[in-house]
């Protein structure tokens, strides 16, 4: 019987790559957490931050799907997020799973070009938010292996309750779909999810709650620890 590992986010060893010339220099950043934490608010910091050394580009993970799952249903209907009530959450996350190693065969020559890429959002999106896949898992678990691992991944973490204010704030679709007592309650319930996929070694737990200037030095602090930036900075000098 094959010895599973937990499915993708916590693997440990190296990835696969169907490239055998795979750049070394590239260096992956991840924003996680849930709609109203502040990960995009965060991505746009350190991306201004970091272009100012570096070739940076802000990217997401297995975009082109869904864009077809919104084409296919909320289009027709004239509905935001109607594809996720209709279209089965298995189906999606193996979906996603499979156009996210799509992804890095076919850019792989851009992403070359960068010395980071920040993602808005990785794998731990789909473990929170979808069902798990069952079918032909053992297959996913081993394809899966070809999804590169990120260097950093950032868990931006709020008070549920906070996030729905932001969400409220700026009239976010899934605030209006769902309302203010079933939205608390939706984002309490992947807070419990997302606080057990994070519980594990090599995760950055940001309080954004903090002031936008003070997260923005923990994480270019992080940053430039992890990645020995300035040493490198010092060598080319």
């Known amino acids: 019987a094959l010895d599973m590992q937990p499915f993708l986010t916590k693997r440990t060893g190296p990835s696969r790559s169907l490239d055998r010339e795979a750049s070394n220099n590239r260096r992956i950043i991840v924003f996680e957490g849930i709609d109203g934490a502040g990960k995009s608010t965060m991505l746009a910091e350190i991306e201004a931050a970091l272009s100012r050394r570096f070739n940076v580009l802000k990217e997401?993970?297995?975009?082109?799907?869904v864009d077809v799952f919104k084409d296919l249903v909320d289009e027709p209907a004239?509905?935001?997020?109607?594809?996720?009530?209709?279209?089965?959450?298995?189906?999606?996350?193996?979906?996603?799973?499979?156009?996210?190693?799509?992804?890095?065969?076919?850019?792989?020559?851009?992403?070359?070009k960068y010395d980071f890429l920040l993602f808005d959002r990785w794998l731990h999106t789909n473990e929170a938010y979808l069902p798990e896949i069952i079918n032909y898992r053992e297959?996913?678990?081993?394809?899966g292996e070809y999804i590169p691992l990120p260097d950093l991944v950032f868990y931006c973490r709020v008070d549920p309750a906070v996030a729905v204010e932001r969400l409220r704030q700026r009239e976010d679709w899934v605030y209006l779909k769902l309302g203010e007592e079933?939205?608390?309650?939706?984002?309490?319930?992947?807070?419990?999810?997302?606080?057990?996929?994070?519980?594990?070694?090599?995760?950055?737990?940001?309080?954004?709650?903090?002031?936008?200037?003070?997260?923005?030095?923990?994480?270019?602090?992080?940053?430039?620890?992890?990645?020995?930036?300035?040493?490198?900075?010092?060598?080319?000098?």
């Not at 997401?60 to 799907?65: C, F, G, S, T, Y």
């Not at 297959?139 to 394809?143: E, G, T, Y």
Request: proline share 2%; with cysteine; glycine share 2%.
């Open 60 to 65: 997401r993970l297995a975009p082109i799907m």
């Open 182 to 237: 079933r939205l608390r309650s939706y984002l309490s319930w992947l807070q419990e999810r997302y606080d057990s996929l994070m519980d594990h070694d090599g995760v950055i737990i940001l309080d954004c709650e903090k002031s936008i200037a003070e997260l923005r030095e923990q994480v270019l602090e992080t940053i430039e620890e992890k990645f020995s930036l300035r040493a490198a900075e010092q060598a080319l000098a």
């Open 78 to 112: 004239n509905e935001k997020g109607k594809y996720q009530d209709v279209i089965p959450g298995e189906f999606r996350h193996a979906s996603y799973i499979i156009e996210s190693i799509v992804q890095f065969k076919l850019l792989n020559e851009t992403y070359r």
């Open 139 to 143: 297959w996913f678990a081993m394809v």
